[in-house]
């Protein structure tokens, strides 16, 4: 999947990054496999959504925001667990 997060870097030194409450995972229609005879599927590798909208499986609900991002994992992996990736 991709994830894109929108930050506004104000300073360097010392460095100050400021991170926008919203952003969005995208995903693929097709689950990821590592056999090398998948390399050239870009369905399975790319997440961009003219590539996506293009398969023959394609589904509008590629493109979650963070809090669904967030309740997923929490379902898949607990409270805790996804606490500490989402930690400050």
Known sequence: F???LYVLVTSFSPLTVWMHRNGFARFTNTRYNSDKSNINDSY???T???IQKKAKDH???LKWGVDGLKLFLMSRHGRGATE???AE
């Open 2 to 4: 991709d994830m894109r």
């Open 84 to 86: 500490i990736l989402f």
């Open 44 to 46: 399975m590798h790319l």
């Open 48 to 50: 961009n959504h003219s």
């Open 59 to 61: 589904n509008q609900e």
